[in-house]
């Protein structure tokens, strides 16, 4: 499957961290869009087509493990992939929503290879 026309949605609160990932993603050939928030998210993706949304977890207003939630609730056909520093998360049984899940780090090729074989299934 080809990139293009593959549109990424970047959910991200450290506006650093979301502009690093959303500059990594369109070097990859993606349509990449970025939100600060949970909210700014869901109202993005209730009115747009979304191939993938990357999460972060901890957020102020809504965590990403409830927006990933409130997403698979759309019933909309969009890949969630859950970026945290944080590693305990990926026990915690609400992560079920997202079809991956990786740590947070500086070397985004991990993050990068995950989003191709998401975009590829």
Not at 13 to 41: C, F, H, Q, T
Not at 57 to 86: C, F, H, Q, S, W
Request: no cysteine; aromatic share 4%; charged share 35%.
């Amino acid at each position: 499957m080809k990139k293009e026309g593959k549109h990424i949605l970047v959910v991200e609160d450290e506006e650093p961290v979301r502009m690093l990932i959303k500059e990594e993603l369109e070097d990859e050939g993606y349509k990449v869009s970025a939100v600060k928030n949970g909210k700014e998210a869901l109202g993005f993706i209730s009115s747009q087509d979304v191939d993938l949304v990357t999460l972060d977890i901890e957020m102020p207003d809504m965590n990403g493990l409830e927006v990933a939630g409130k997403i698979r609730e759309m019933k909309k056909p969009i890949k969630i992939l859950i970026l945290t520093a944080y590693s305990h998360y990926k026990s915690d049984l609400s992560s079920w929503a997202a079809d991956d899940y990786i740590v947070k780090s500086s070397d985004m090729s991990e993050m990068k290879k995950k989003v191709k074989e998401l975009l590829e299934d």
